[in-house]
């Protein structure tokens, strides 16, 4: 009779999970017809835009971010998109907006800047003067503005995409840990593989395929994808073992400061996005160290001597066994440590 009534739950959320997953596939799909060879890369972005968190990419330039995010935008009907080009002159209200007075109606009027869009790339943020960096917290963190006392509620849904430049370090302000501490996770595009790169020069030959991008997602639809990765099963142990994984970044001596408790609601977040787009109504502990690295990581602050053997080792190698020691301290729950094939819904 139990297995009867599991099986019958099973069926049952597999259905009401079917039109997410198949507004997920649909839009990934849609963008991976203008970005080519990057669909695990897109999907981070996408886990992002359904979590309501935002995006750093640390990356070289010329790798289809302004791409990506005209994609993403061209891909919600009605969604709206603007690029922001940060230099050290640009102002905080170049990005916000200001009042001007208008003679004809003798009074101020509000101009919104280009932060006023569904889909906002900040090129090049760590050339921005940090008075203008900080502008975009308040955006970020709570999807407002605030200009001359006045808050300003910005479009939903709302993603911003940062890129920040590693190569070009003069004339540059690094973020500080605090708004790096505000990005939901960070990733890089790169160069695509020889292949896909062939692809491109063959099909710009004459003209963008952004040019003939249609949306294939209507904002009710984004927030139906919302909706969804809210009701994504999270096992208590799970969540138990996120918290600790988080802790122990805090707690090894490679680190001077850890992740903070953003760093545990993005990561139990995305896991739940990463389970929808694996066609899943359930986290696994895969997701989470999956999503390790994009998602902790820029968060922690490395001691000198940690960096200085990164150096030697290359910076990936180094990440690698930084995770090892995180899960040492904070070891993956065991499957006979908790049911984690339960399915939304079910109780214990």
Not at 336 to 345: F, I, K, Q
Request: charged share 25%; net charge negative.
């Amino acid at each position: 009779m139990a297995d009867t009534r599991d099986a019958a739950r099973i069926a049952s959320d597999e259905e009401r999970f079917a039109r997410p997953i198949a507004l997920a596939d649909r839009f990934l799909d849609n963008i991976e017809t203008v970005v080519y060879g990057k669909r695990e890369e897109v999907k981070l972005v996408l886990a992002a835009l359904v979590c309501g968190g935002h995006v750093l990419f640390e990356d070289v330039p010329g790798t289809a971010k302004t791409v990506l995010a005209r994609a993403i935008a061209q891909s919600i009907d009605g969604a709206s998109t603007h690029r922001v080009q940060c230099t050290p002159d640009l102002q905080p209200t170049d990005v916000t907006g200001l009042s001007v007075f208008n003679q004809r109606e003798r009074d101020f009027e509000f101009r919104p800047g280009p932060i006023f869009a569904n889909v906002v790339l900040v090129d090049e943020i760590n050339r921005a003067m940090p008075k203008t960096q900080s502008s975009l917290l308040e955006a970020m963190a709570e999807g407002q503005v605030t200009v001359d006392g006045v808050t300003r509620i910005l479009p939903q849904p709302f993603l911003l995409l940062a890129t920040d430049n590693p190569i070009e370090y003069e004339g540059t302000f690094p973020l500080p840990e605090a708004q790096l501490d505000r990005f939901f996770l960070r990733t890089a595009l790169g160069y695509p593989d020889a292949t896909d790169e062939l692809k491109i020069l063959h099909e710009q030959r004459h003209g963008h395929p952004l040019a003939h991008l249609q949306p294939v997602l209507a904002v009710e639809e984004v927030e139906e994808l919302r909706r969804a990765v809210q009701d994504i099963y999270v096992d208590p142990i799970i969540q138990r073992w996120i918290v600790d994984l988080v802790r122990a970044t805090r707690d090894t001596d490679a680190v001077s400061i850890g992740a903070s408790v953003r760093g545990s609601l993005a990561l139990e977040r995305a896991a739940r996005a990463w389970a929808l787009l694996a066609r899943r109504g359930y986290v696994v502990p895969e997701d989470v160290e999956h999503l390790f690295f994009a998602v902790l990581v820029h968060r922690v602050v490395f001691r000198p001597t940690f960096l200085a053997e990164a150096r030697k080792t290359g910076w990936d190698a180094a990440m690698h066994e930084f995770r090892r020691r995180c899960l040492e301290l904070a070891p993956r729950p065991q499957p006979e440590e908790a049911d984690l094939t339960v399915v939304p819904g079910a109780r214990r």
